[in-house]
């Protein structure tokens, strides 16, 4: 997070991270789709021909509260390729919270813990423990056959504390949803650890129904919130009875 007093602006950082080919691009082409003209910048991707992402790409989004506190908010994605480990290690530096995509396909199963492994071992190389930093979790490709099933889904969501998130990237399936999830445990945090509300009058919930709406969704707060497949903060009922 960056904060310029003077300009009384506020930069979040936000890191699509995952294995290669799982959809980190096209969850920022799809946010990039569904956002406002005015709350969106340029989205800067570099890829080769085969999606490759080789370097990384970065949606900027900005928006004003009614504080008069702008907050701008930089995505980004790792490019998932093996080879690019030193990229990654760079991109996911001070990142304020995690969105890991995962392909559900089985055959993709072990590329997913691999790349969650190399995540947790970049992040303490910053000295940051993955279960302290803001992170959510998406199953995309759920339109492709010989996926994950939901129960499988469950069951290792459970043993988890991350949100959890079903996605059709390329069809802007819980794409959307998932970002906000992203925002709205980032948000928290930082709220903790600055106490943003009570020095800039700023009001979180408000932001994020801001955000919602430039993104194209209008429903309340809490059921947007709600959307998750799982979540460890708000254990569906069905599977602890
Ligand atoms: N069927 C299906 N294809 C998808 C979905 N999401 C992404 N794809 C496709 O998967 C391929 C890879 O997607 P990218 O978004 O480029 O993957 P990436 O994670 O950015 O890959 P790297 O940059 O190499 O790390 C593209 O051809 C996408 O169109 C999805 O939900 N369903
Ligand atoms: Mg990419």
């Given at each position: 997070m960056q904060l310029d007093f003077a300009s009384r602006e506020l930069t979040i950082k936000l890191v699509y991270y995952g294995p290669a080919l799982s959809g980190k691009t096209t969850n920022l082409q799809a946010l990039h789709q569904a956002a406002a003209g005015d709350a969106k910048g340029r989205l800067m991707t570099l890829e080769t021909k085969d999606d490759r992402t080789l370097f990384f790409d970065l949606l900027p989004l900005r928006f004003a509260d009614d504080s008069g506190l702008s907050v701008r908010l930089k995505v980004f994605t790792v490019?998932?390729?093996?080879?690019?480990a030193s990229t990654r290690r760079l991109v996911v530096q001070g990142a304020d919270g995690i969105a890991f995509v995962a392909d559900s396909r089985r055959s993709q199963t072990t590329q997913s813990a691999e790349s969650f492994v190399d995540l947790r071992n970049n992040l303490e190389a910053q000295g940051i423990q993955l279960e302290k930093m803001p992170l959510v979790i998406q199953f995309n490709k759920r339109d492709l056959p010989d996926v994950r099933s939901e129960e499988e889904i469950r069951d290792s969501a459970r043993r988890g504390r991350e949100p959890v998130y079903l996605a059709v990237a390329t069809k802007g399936q819980g794409v959307v949803e998932c970002f906000l999830g992203l925002l709205h445990l980032t948000w928290a945090d930082l709220e903790a650890k600055h106490q943003l509300g009570r020095k800039f009058g700023f009001n979180g919930d408000n932001f994020l129904r801001q955000v919602a709406r430039k993104l194209g969704h209008d429903a309340p707060l809490s059921d947007l919130l709600g959307?998750?497949?799982?979540s460890a903060r708000a254990p569906a009922r069905e599977v602890s009875p």
């Open positions: 490019p998932g390729q093996v080879i690019h959307r998750t497949f799982t």
